[in-house]
């Protein structure tokens, strides 16, 4: 959990025992931004936070994705006020939120697609479970966890929904040792789950996609730091990061690095590698630079959208601007003037038209990008940025 400190300042309530002040997220981010694996750490650490709850006799009565942030490069529940007293036979009133925030978009991405978080954009408060049933295959039914804490849970959702309940013939006792294995079974569920990050577009992409030979390769990693030495920032974003490799030379001079990528695979590997090395400034997430997350929520100011979280002290885009400029129609002042926005320190990566990743850009289209050149580049970016270092 958050930690926190008691204040000083005066409650301005009877009902207020005492004002707290939790410790500082550096970064917010949201569950359609995470990978695979950072939704079911994040799942993990709620389920485990409720049963220790239990022992003490409180109880969470919220189960939301949003009470779980990343920092140090860990999953940390930050809503301290989400715990209430149990009550004994009180059933888990945060069930159904759990289902729909955790359990079920983990279900669609491991048997369906795993980009189907993306569906939490449009359901803040969790992906319905009757829409989750519809979509999740057949054979899911058959599983006794999901059969029965997403299939079997929308019909009764349903159910309740259509019904005026009888308050007096609903039995909503509910003992703590069968609390306690609703908990197990729902752990059970979540770490059964898995997807594994291959075949897609840019997942090996240093191993087997690049046209960078093993001497010129070492050369960007030693511009790169050196670049990042001199800027000497506190927060570095690093734009299309692919697995990370570059915002770990990044992370030896900066407090930390958010690690953005459009590549479902590259995310995850690259916050499973994080997490194996106990790496702890380093926070990948996914990001379509074209489509960002956008302001949702209650007068579209409940979650920020990417621009509203920046800007930070520096900016990585290497191997990005073509994919920008030709895969996606962008001209370059668009981006520049994006990426000004963003940070006014920039490191950034030309590729020509002679690069083999632009060959494959234009293969089935026609060349019509004829400013699309490092001259036009350079002036373009010159109105936003001054040149302080070239190579």
Known sequence: MVSHEETSEEANSPDCLLVIQPRR???????????FSQLKDAAILTLEIQQEALSKGMTLKDASAYNVQFTKGKPVFIDTLSFESYRDGAPWVAYRQFCQHFLAPLALMSH????????????IDGIPLDLASKLLPGKTKLSFSLGLHLHLHAKQQLKSGDAELDKKKVNTSMPMRS???????LLSSVKKLDWSAKDTEWHDYYSN????????????????????????PDIVWDLGANDGRF????????????SWDIDPACVENNYLTAKERGEDKILPLLMDLTNPSPDIGWSNSER???MKRGPCDALLALGLVHHLAIANNLPLDYIASSFCQLSRTLVIEFVPKEDSQVIKLLKNRVDIFDNYTQIKFEEIFSNYFSIESHN
């Open 179 to 185: 609390q306690l294995a609703l908990l197990d079974g």
């Open 247 to 258: 915002s770990r030379i990044a992370s030896q001079f900066c407090k930390s690095v958010i």
């Open 112 to 123: 369906v697609d795993v980009r189907m978080n993306k569906m939490l954009v449009s359901y």
């Open 209 to 232: 996609n690049n046209n960078y030979e093993k001497e010129s390769l070492t050369e960007k990693e030693k511009l790169v730091s050196d670049f990042i030495q001199t800027a000497s």
């Open 25 to 35: 997220i550096p970064f917010i981010s949201y569950p359609y931004e995470w990978s």
């Open 304 to 306: 920020d959208g990417f």
